[in-house]
């Protein structure tokens, strides 16, 4: 578990954007079985393709996109570890990957971004992305 104070600041880029944090595998369960429409959640992290792609390319999106998700969460690897775990098992086949992004709609999966899809692209390639797939799906 990362200290609370190290990682605040890595949360609130996504929580000052609207998402709501699912801080237990039972958070992360009881929105998705009930929920109808579109729920997109990130799971962020400390590394530096979070830093420097996934979070700005996110916000970046949700700035440009005419159509967006009707519920924005998240959940943070290596601290919320039950929803973080939760989250994984509802994602599967997909191997466990953090940074990840996954749009469900009606409590389904329909669209996955793995942490490979994120290495190496910048945030304006995660935001470009991320427009296309919300446009699609939302």
């Known amino acids: 578990m990362y200290p609370e104070e190290l990682i605040a600041p890595m949360r609130a880029e996504l929580t000052e954007a609207g998402f709501k944090e699912f801080k237990s595998a039972q ?30 390319g996110v916000r970046a999106a949700l700035e440009k996109a005419s159509k967006q998700p009707d519920v924005l969460a998240t959940v943070f690897a290596g601290n919320d570890a039950d929803a973080v775990a939760k989250f994984r098992e509802l994602v599967l086949p997909y191997p466990p990957s953090s940074p990840a992004m996954a749009l469900f709609k009606d409590g389904e999966l329909v669209h996955f971004i793995e942490r490979h899809h994120i290495e190496g692209r910048n945030a304006q390639m995660i935001g470009d992305h991320l427009v296309e797939v919300f446009e699609h799906f939302c």
């Open 27 to 56: 958070d992360v369960e009881d929105h998705l079985s009930e929920q109808k429409g579109t729920t997109f959640i990130v799971v962020n992290s400390v590394c530096g393709c979070a830093a420097g792609a996934a979070r700005p």
